[in-house]
Each structure stands twice: as C-alpha cells, then as structure tokens.
Nanobody
C-alpha cells in the first residue's frame, strides 16, 4: 500500500505562486503514476496535472503555462511537485495527490486512481 502525503498549500494573492509537494512511500513506486487533483466546494474533483512512470506529463488546459509538475526518485520514495505560478482566484480548492499503478484511462481521470492523500488547501484572493 502506497502512502501519499501532501504539503505546501496556503493562501496567496492573485498572481502569486505556491509549490505543492507529494511524498509517496511504500509499495512499488517505479511503475507508479502520480497526479494532482483539486476540488472546490460544490464542484466535481478535476484533474490538474499528472506525471507517468515514463516521465510523460499531462496538464489540464486551465493550468497549462502556469503550473509545472515534476518528480524526483529517491531510494524508497517518490516526491512529486506542483509549482503553481500566476495563481487565480478560480484556482482556489483543496488539492489532492493521487497515485495509481494501472494504465487504465486518461491520466487526469480521478476514477482510475486508487491511492489518495489527505489534501492541502490552496486559497487565492483577488
């Protein structure tokens, strides 16, 4: 069982930046796909960005050119970062890190992910 722990959320003004981190530990991480999702109150959970085990990357159109996902492998953990620049009020949401070891479906589809972190809040004020 893989554990996912997020950190780095907070409150910023529009135009500001934040960097989220997700540390994955346990299980077989070499073939693991990690994605970032977000959910605002009353909204469905949406995929933001994901990085595959072969390092290929997918972004939602709403965050392209503003967000950057990256990862680093250490001996027993994988850390995935989400650098968020030029933040907008509509980016306000709870952000979740999620992982999967299957190749089923689009990388930004939440249903395909079987491991989830506890979430970290991002609030952007205008």
């Amino acid at each position: 069982q893989v554990q996912l722990v997020e950190s780095g959320g907070g409150s910023v003004q529009a135009g500001g930046s934040l960097r989220l981190s997700c540390v994955a530990s346990g299980g077989h991480l070499r073939a693991y796909i990690i994605g970032w999702f977000r959910q605002a109150p009353g909204q469905e959970r949406e995929g933001v960005a994901a990085i595959d085990s072969d390092w290929s990357i997918t972004y939602a159109d709403s965050v392209k050119d503003r967000f950057t996902i990256s990862k680093e492998h250490l001996e027993n953990t994988v850390t995935v970062y989400l650098q968020m620049n030029n933040l907008k009020p509509e980016d306000t949401a709870m952000y979740y890190c999620a992982g999967r070891s299957n190749q089923l479906g689009d990388l930004l589809m939440a249903y395909a992910y079987h491991d989830w972190g506890q979430g970290t809040q991002v609030t952007v004020s205008s």
